[in-house]
Nanobody, 123 residues
Framework: VQLQASGGGSVQAGGFLRLSCAASGRTFSGYPMGWFRQAPGKERGFVAAISASGGTTYYTDSVKGRFTISRDNAKNTVYLQMISLKPEDTAVYYC?????????????????WGQGTLVTVSS
């Protein structure tokens, strides 16, 4: 699976963005997907994850109520809708896919990674 993330940009606090992650391969619908982010000087961390069917989602506490992960298996794409953005959301955002049956929150559980897209939120 090859992943291509896009949609990053610069916004003011309170603004919104929608990230997309396009996947190649015919088995996209069988992969749980995740979004992670890495802020300057910090380790990459979990943001959100979604099951292969889209029926189960997980979020890190700091984005609950503001971010929504979704997927369109017909388009081989997973999305991260972000609203009420804060300066602390500034990071490079990565999408990832795993071969397992369930979405996970740990980086090591994901085998495939996209190249990242930069989100900058100014105050």
């Amino acid at each position: 699976v090859q992943l291509q993330a896009s949609g990053g940009g610069s916004v003011q606090a309170g603004g919104f963005l929608r990230l997309s992650c396009a996947a190649s391969g015919r088995t996209f619908s069988g992969y749980p997907m995740g979004w992670f982010r890495q802020a300057p000087g910090k380790e990459r961390g979990f943001v959100a994850a979604i099951s292969a069917s889209g029926g189960t989602t997980y979020y890190t506490d700091s984005v609950k109520g503001r971010f929504t992960i979704s997927r369109d298996n017909a388009k081989n794409t997973v999305y991260l809708q972000m609203i009420s953005l804060k300066p602390e959301d500034t990071a490079v955002y990565y999408c990832a896919a795993r071969r397992g049956s369930y979405p996970r929150t740990a980086l090591g559980e994901y085998e495939y990674w996209g190249q990242g897209t930069l989100v900058t939120v100014s105050s």
